[in-house]
């Protein structure tokens, strides 16, 4: 695409995070880059894409409303992480980070394990410990 082309359309982009560094061809036909605030497509896929992290948060603070799962997934939803990711960050294998999913399983973890997920979180003990999901 021609660096006078590189689409500027009032988006996601453009509103909260900036513009985004794209590749573009200049008069001369080298590549050059061009900054651009998003397209439609872009804007569409990104919209999608946060409504379904926003229900993926919403489903996981229900489940730990009703007993379902621990507040180690509705923390791991909310910071757009997956099991792979927070396995990782807390030095543990997944099916153990999974286990830790089970309120049973939760309520025995020590102050040492809850303290390095909240770490992980960048939250408070205290706000691990004493999920409130009326919140």
């Known amino acids: 695409m021609k660096k006078d082309e590189v689409p500027q359309d009032?988006?996601?982009l453009k509103e909260e995070h900036g513009k985004e560094l794209n590749y573009a061809?200049?008069?001369?036909g080298n590549y050059t880059t061009a900054l651009?605030?998003?397209?439609?497509a872009k804007t569409i896929a990104l919209n999608n894409a946060l409504a379904r992290i926003?229900?993926?948060i919403a489903d996981a603070k229900t489940r730990v409303h009703e007993n379902k799962t621990s507040p180690i997934e509705y923390f791991m939803e909310y910071c757009r992480m997956d099991?792979?990711?927070l396995s990782s960050y807390m030095g543990m294998w997944?099916?153990?980070v999974k286990r830790h999913f089970k309120p049973s399983i939760f309520k025995k973890l020590s102050d040492k394990t809850l303290t390095k997920y909240a770490e992980v979180f960048?939250?408070?003990l205290k706000q691990l410990k004493h999920f409130d999901t009326d919140s």
């Open 36 to 40: 651009s605030s998003g397209w439609e």
């Open 83 to 85: 099991v792979p990711v």
């Open 122 to 124: 960048e939250i408070d």
């Open 54 to 56: 926003e229900e993926r």
């Open 25 to 28: 061809v200049d008069k001369d």
């Open 94 to 96: 997944q099916w153990r």
């Open 10 to 12: 009032d988006g996601f």
